[in-house]
């Protein structure tokens, strides 16, 4: 019964669904920890983790009785009101990382167009720029989500392909990857800035551009470049954040702090969206009643169970176990010694293998990790993404190495 079962849900999806996605051919039924079962029962490692939205790992027992007694209690209330598990999420925030102000959305390309609104009002009304003339640096290679507004500023063909017009007031600089060094994209980014500027958009590592790790220091040339021309850093640690590269932030591996941050993904504890901006009263002050909204943002059941998920991240030990088996998981896939591999990279929980083209197709390699049970996506056809939920132990992670070796050895 075993593959019908599952050609039959297949079906169905590509049927009635609109094909914007390329799955995997599995069929998943359950989730447990770092685990996840097919419909046959067949059991899997996930090294995806949604994109880095499960970093709790699936199904957590504390939040699933978390959303389980918030359901029962009150769920959706629109913002015409107050509740009490808002206004404790704010506060667990704010004090978690010393952010004054939050606003909270849904989905993370909601949270990156509030970031934009909340620069653009801040250029306008504090810097003093012209109506209308505001102007966002941003990164070649960015992913900052998939609204209109946003795929406009990608530099990435197929996101962007018959979805014009754009919206303007957007500048794209390099960032710091490949054979453009430090000095280089700085000057790339400093050459953009005039007096319409009013932020720097940027990921502090590009997760969907291949985990693109920039040099050392470079973080810190950008915030001093924001600094100095009284311009806004925003970073979007949609991906990056709340834990996966071994710290809370991937900003504070350089020391710095900006002066405005997205969240999502991880947010929801792995069991359902929020996402949120922060950043400080001075910013988040131009927004009044009616300049922004959303039905279901800061919803009681979002709200109860992010801030649940928050006091996980500590108590649960995520953070320093990204740190201490990131190190341990990259150190082991650097060893393998095959003329497939080109790179291996990353912070924390996040590791990117980027693959010789000419040797082998990661999409491939990806097909052959299934079959031995390690659920794994490729980005950008040459790089396999390892992000496995945060809460991983040492034994699941040295089965997945030693199946990732033997794959390696195969092609
Ligand atoms: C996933 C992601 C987004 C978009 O989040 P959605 O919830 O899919 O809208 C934006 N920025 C980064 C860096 C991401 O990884």
Not at 309 to 328: F, P, R, T
């Amino acid at each position: 019964m075993s593959q019908s079962l599952q050609d039959e849900y297949i079906k169905k999806e590509s049927l009635f669904g609109a094909k914007n996605y390329a799955p995997l051919s599995v069929v998943l039924d359950r989730g447990e920890g770092a685990h996840l079962w097919d419909v046959d029962g067949n059991k899997y490692l996930d090294m995806v983790s949604a994109y880095s939205a499960v970093s709790h790992g699936h199904s957590h027992p504390e939040l699933v009785k978390t959303i389980q007694e918030q359901a029962n209690k009150l769920a959706i209330t629109s913002r015409a009101f107050y509740t009490e598990p808002f206004g404790g999420f704010l506060e667990e925030l704010s004090k978690s990382t010393g952010f004054e102000n939050i606003l909270t959305m849904n989905t993370g390309a909601e949270a990156v167009e509030t970031a934009i609104k909340a620069a653009r009002r801040w250029g306008y009304h504090t810097k003093g720029i012209k109506e209308d003339m505001a102007e966002i640096i941003v990164a070649d290679g960015n992913f900052h989500g998939r609204t209109t507004t946003i795929v406009g500023f990608s530099s990435e063909k197929s996101y962007k392909d018959g979805f014009g017009p754009f919206s303007g007031g957007f500048i794209e600089a390099k960032y710091c990857w490949s054979e453009c060094g430090m000095d280089e994209s700085i000057k790339s980014f400093e050459s953009k800035i005039n007096k319409n500027t009013c932020a720097i958009l940027i990921e502090p590592i590009q997760g969907e551009a291949g985990i693109r790790v920039p040099e050392e220091g470079w973080l810190r040339k950008i915030r001093d470049l924001c600094t100095d021309n009284n311009v806004l850093l925003i970073l979007d640690e949609i991906q990056s954040g709340l834990g996966r590269t071994g710290k809370l932030f991937a900003y504070e591996h350089d020391n710095i702090k900006p002066d405005g941050l997205i969240l999502g993904k991880a947010l929801g504890g792995a069991m359902l969206p929020i996402s949120a901006f922060l950043s400080s009263k001075e910013v988040m002050n131009h927004f009044n009643a009616g300049s922004h909204g959303s039905t279901f943002g800061g919803n009681p059941l979002a709200t109860k169970v992010a801030s649940r998920a928050l006091q996980l991240l500590h108590e649960d030990n995520l953070i320093e176990n990204s740190a201490v088996l990131g190190e341990y998981f990259k150190s082991r896939l650097q060893s393998i010694d095959n003329k497939i591999i080109k790179d291996v990279r990353g912070k924390g929980l996040w590791i990117g293998m980027e693959l010789n083209e000419s040797e082998v197709n990661a999409k491939d390699l990806c097909l052959m990790l299934l079959n031995e049970g390690l659920l794994c996506k490729e980005t950008h056809k040459t790089v396999i993404r390892f992000a496995p939920p945060l809460m991983i132990s040492k034994d699941d992670l040295d089965w997945a190495i030693k199946k990732i070796t033997k794959v390696i050895r195969a092609t």
